[in-house]
Structure formats: C-alpha cells, structure tokens
C-alpha cells in the first residue's frame, strides 16, 4: 500500500519526490556517520570509545574493565551544523545533479543492455569522482566535518598532517570508491526502475558516506 502510493507520488512528481526522499536518507545517514564517527573516536585517557566501550568487542581483564567503567564517557551529541548542511548539499546539488544526469543518460542509451549499463556506470563514476575527491581532501583539512564553511571554532589539521592523509589514503580511497560504485550503479542502471534510480544513489551515499567517516578518523 505505501509502496504503490509512494510510486503514484514518483510519476506525478518526480522531482520533489526524489529530492523529499533524497533528504529524509541524508538525515539518517548522516545522523549514522556521526555515530560512527563517535565510537571510533579514541579516549585519549581510555580505551573506550567515545562512549562505545572496546570491552565488549574484546576480551579483558575484570579489573581494567572496573577502571574503565569508572570513567566517564561525554553523551553523543548530534552535530546539527553539519547535519543540515550535508541536507541542504543533498537538496540544492547532489540530487538535482545526478536526478538530471540519470535522465539524461536515460535518453541518450534507453535500452537495458550491457554496452548501456557499461556506459551509464562509466560516465556516473567520471562525473562523481571530482565531487567525491574535493570533499575527501576537505575532509582532510577540515574533520570530522564534511560541510562548507566549517563551524565557527573548528580548527583544522595541520597542513603537513592533511597533506600526509591526502596523499596516503586518497589513491585507496579511489580505488574503494569504483569498488563500491561501480557495481551498485550497474545494479542501478540493470535492474532499479528509473523513477527509483536517484533515490537508489542516494541510499548508497549512506553507505559511502560512513565509509568516508571512518578512513577520515583513520590515523
């Protein structure tokens, strides 16, 4: 029942629909990354986790466990700066960009056939990774916020430091970043119904989004 009226909601207003549920998705997945970000977040005077106790995926002693319980661990605190700004990127830029590139593509290459998938997953991927690339080498300068301008305060890796993560990670990054998307924009293309595709990108920018957040904390 909500499927179909969902679907009504897609052909009648593609666009709106797309960019509402774009949005909602970003509110969770981000919402999700910061929580990720939270546990895997190292206590400098602990090895507890922000808040996520390393006792419970490892085995320890009953003492060092008593003295971690005894220290008290900061409540996560959802970050609503980058929380709407990450929405307002998905709203203003990520999914109007791509929900115009899918039809687009659709126009140019209608038939399901593999050259097709092949070609729509190529130019996806070209024209996400610039994107993708600037908001890894932002990230570096600037964690664990992945928004523009950063908030008022924070302050920023050094130089040298951010340097360092670029060079060191971004190669990789890459390099997971076509592992990740080339087969779920050839799932995207091959099997999703067009009306779902920009939805189905950005559901797996949740996923890519966290994936960032942990290499982004990874020192």
Sequence with gaps: MVLS??????????????????ALIFVAGDTSAQYIEYCSSSSSSSS????????????????????????????????????????SWSLLIYTPLFYALYRRMDALWPAVSA????????VAFLFAAP???????????????????????????SYRAATEKIRDDLLPTVKASAGFWWPANALNFAVVPGRFRAVWTSGASVVWSCYLSLVQHRE
């Excluded at 593609?14 to 509402?20: K, Q, R």
């Excluded at 050259?115 to 190529?122: F, Q, T």
């Design 48 to 87: 507890t986790r922000d808040g996520c106790d390393v006792a419970m995926l490892s085995p320890s002693s009953p003492s060092s466990s008593s003295a971690e319980a005894s220290v008290p661990r900061p409540p996560f605190a959802l970050d609503v700066h980058r929380l709407s700004m990450m929405t």
């Design 115 to 122: 050259l097709n998938v092949g070609r729509k997953v190529g």
């Design 131 to 157: 994107i993708n690339a600037a908001f890894f080498c932002y990230g570096a300068f600037y964690p664990p916020s992945l928004s523009w301008p950063p908030p008022a305060g924070h302050a920023s890796r």
């Design 5 to 22: 009226q969902y679907s009504a909601l897609l052909l009648r207003r593609p666009f709106l629909t797309n960019m509402a549920t774009s």
